[in-house]
């Protein structure tokens, strides 16, 4: 495809500057040359000179020709992988969790600590409109209570949106929630009773680690690669080990380091699950949000026997405000269909209605588009920045998609002291050790790159990193 081929080009042109072949102010080679050297028409090299111009890191100077704004070397490295052996834990976590969420909400200034969208896009007006329209027009109002499955024509627009993700269910398949952390709340009620063991990856989001533990669960915490996602050989170990009863992932861009399980990895899971009997809570939420052409499939696209329930909705790729979301819960169906009829009776009817009109129309497509390409820009921004300000040791996971990045700083260097210090600040992150049970990561942190980019959110990330590169080098610090 054209559109491949030009974005395939401008890549190679910028893994070219990345790698110091070219420096800020060298001349890139003329179209001409690279369309020859390449074997492409001039018109996909002006494509390809163009997207790079339109990210800001080439500028084009009349009749003479390409040359470079900026580097982008990158000599991070990505976040180590824990050890320890897998083994079931209570999930305690911390009040720390609900400090940072409601810093979050009380602010509007430099939060990079919460996954939330840019809010900015023009998808946000176009919803207000919609959301006036319907409820001045249509009679949603006095009409008693929804279906409990939700809105057929709703659930219709979400089956064949799957359909790129390789799923391939029925509108009745899917069952509408109060966004995603509803459909796994669901799906562990379901699933599980106080005591049992559920595998999560590790570091895992930490919506996941407040249902075990809100459920008296157990948490069996499963090492995750930066590149592919939770180790299948630890989670091997475990479900031979434990009676494991459930296993939860977000195989697509994973919270908090953005890995993209590889297909053939996805698929091996499913047929693991298969051999042990046990069900999979996948959270496709980012599924959408990919940096490059081809969305992902998802774990469930590999599974034959109805053990994966598939949990998403629409908090990434628009609003968490409309806490619409969906569950394509398999064999559980029928199960999942009472517990959120038990739970809720319905869901909201309005945001329904609305969400099914903007997904029908091209302008869902076109807001994603821009959306990922925004995002992936902004992330690579803040590479930059991380490269020239945080001290050498310091790694960071490479997302593909998504909107947050995970990193691991200094050894010494405590990340929940930092983020009491910078709070004060009016600077907000993530500390890495919400992200766990059993007390890993207290030298991480996770950032948010997704909302408005400004020049204080520049500085704010060269701020954080003056501060980490201070605690690195002082042989035992206090961050107060
Ligand atoms: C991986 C993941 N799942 C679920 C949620 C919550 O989603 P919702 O707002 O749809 O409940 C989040 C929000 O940060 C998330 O990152």
């Known amino acids: 495809m054209e559109s491949n081929l030009y974005s395939k080009i401008a890549e190679h042109v910028r893994d070219q500057i990345r790698h110091g072949l070219f420096d800020a102010g060298d001349k890139l080679p003329s179209v001409r040359t690279l369309a020859k050297q390449q074997q492409v028409s001039i018109a996909t090299v002006n494509s ?13 100077r009349p009749k003479s020709g390409y040359y470079v704004l900026r580097t982008t070397e990158d000599k991070l490295k990505q976040p180590t992988q824990i050890r320890s052996l897998p083994k079931p834990r209570p999930a305690n976590i911390s009040q720390l969790i609900m400090q940072v969420q409601r810093d979050a909400a009380a602010r509007n200034g430099l939060t990079m600590s919460s996954a939330i969208p840019n809010l900015d896009f023009p ?21 008693g209570y929804d279906s409990p499955e939700g809105l057929p024509a709703f659930r219709q627009q979400i089956a064949r949106r799957a359909i790129d993700a390789g799923v391939y269910v029925s509108p009745d398949e899917i069952i509408t929630t109060a966004g995603c952390q509803n459909a796994m709340a669901l799906c562990l009620q379901v699933l599980t009773k106080p005591g049992d063991i559920v595998a999560v990856e590790s570091p895992a989001y930490y919506g996941l680690l407040q249902l075990i533990q809100a459920y008296g669960l157990r948490a069996m915490e499963i ?55 046990v069900a999979l809570v996948e959270d496709d939420i980012y599924g959408e949000l990919q940096f490059g052409e081809v969305r992902p499939k998802a774990i469930k696209a590999y599974d034959t026997g109805g053990r994966v329930l598939l949990c ?10 409309l806490r619409l979301g969906w569950v394509m819960p398999g064999r559980y169906l029928d199960q999942i269909t009472h517990q959120k009829f038990v739970n809720s009776i319905a869901s909201p009817t309005l945001p329904q209605l609305v969400m099914t009109e903007i997904l029908s129309m091209g302008a869902f497509d076109k807001h994603l588009r821009l959306a990922r390409e925004t995002y992936r820009q902004r992330f690579e921004r803040l590479t930059e920045l991380v490269n020239e300000h945080f001290p050498p040791e310091t790694r960071m996971s490479k997302p593909q998609g998504g909107l ?28 890495g050790e919400m992200f766990s049970v059993s007390g890993h990561y207290r030298n991480c942190l996770r950032l948010s790159y997704a909302q408005g980019w400004s020049r204080e959110r520049e500085q704010a990330i060269a701020l954080l990193g003056h501060w980490v590169s201070e605690l690195a080098r002082s042989p035992s610090h206090s961050a107060a």
């Open 48 to 60: 390809a000179y163009t997207l790079l111009e339109s990210r800001g890191l080439i500028e084009s």
């Open 123 to 143: 998808i946000v007006g176009l919803m207000k409109k919609t959301f006036t329209r319907i409820a001045r027009q249509r009679g949603y109002l006095g009409n």
């Open 404 to 431: 947050v990045a995970w990193l691991e700083l200094p050894k010494i260097v405590d990340a929940t002291a930092l983020y009491h210090k910078a709070h004060d600040h009016g600077i907000l992150f993530a500390p």
């Open 223 to 277: 090492p995750s690669n930066p590149q592919t996602g939770m180790s299948l050989e630890a989670l091997k170990l475990a479900l031979h080990e434990w009676p494991v009863k459930a296993v939860m992932t977000v195989g697509t861009f994973s919270n908090p380091m953005g890995t993209l399980m590889p297909d053939e990895h996805k698929r091996e899971l499913v047929a693991l699950l298969e051999r042990h009997d």
């Open 312 to 321: 998403s909705s629409l908090s990434k790729t628009v609003d968490p405000q």
